[in-house]
């Protein structure tokens, strides 16, 4: 089902969507930071990456607990859009040899990844809250918040120091 399939008639089917949506991105994410720790260098974007990996099984609860909420089961839907982004990411961190410039593109591929999931946490919360769903969007809203601390905390570390390293 794509996003604007014949199946989405109502907001309430948008909303259901676009949760399946972040669920599968959510679990490709889960996939992709072992990988991504792995491959980091600098001991302060390793441990930041390994503790996003920890939030981000909270965020598959969360996410578990509002499908749970509204009735629906908890199932993902291809997401082209993260399948995208982590793949650049893979393509990038495969072609520098650089330790140094190869932290920095972890940074950035960390960061396209916290975009999107703050894009799509940021809509569902405005769509839950106009369906009438204020404890749906009140879930949502903690994994916002993480998402949003994740991304500072990369920015932190890229201005810190790693950016400079790498140039």
């Known amino acids: 089902m794509g996003l604007f399939s014949k199946d ?3 907001m309430d089917d948008l909303f259901v969507h676009t ?3 972040i669920y599968y991105a959510e679990h490709q994410i889960l996939k992709a930071l072992p ?3 792995e491959k980091a260098t600098d001991g302060g ?3 930041g990456l390994q503790s996003h990996l920890g939030e981000t099984r ?4 969360r996410l578990e607990q509002v ?3 509204h009735g629906v089961k908890a199932e993902g ?3 082209p859009a993260i399948d995208g982004i982590i793949e650049e990411a893979n393509e990038i961190a495969g072609e520098v040899e650089d330790k140094k410039v190869l932290d920095a593109a972890l940074i950035a591929a960390a960061q396209a990844v916290e975009h999107y999931e703050m894009t799509r946490y940021g809509t569902l919360i405005a769509w839950a809250k106009q369906l009438g769903r204020a404890d749906c969007a009140s879930v949502l809203e903690q994994t916002l918040k993480d998402e949003k601390a994740a991304d500072m905390k990369l920015t932190g570390l890229a201005e ?3 950016n400079a390293k790498a140039a």
């Open 67 to 69: 499908f749970k909420m």
């Open 58 to 61: 909270n965020h598959v609860a």
């Open 77 to 79: 839907v291809d997401c």
């Open 35 to 37: 990988d991504m720790i």
């Open 45 to 47: 974007l390793k441990q």
């Open 160 to 162: 810190a120091g790693i």
């Open 8 to 10: 989405i008639k109502t």
């Open 19 to 21: 949760l399946k949506d």
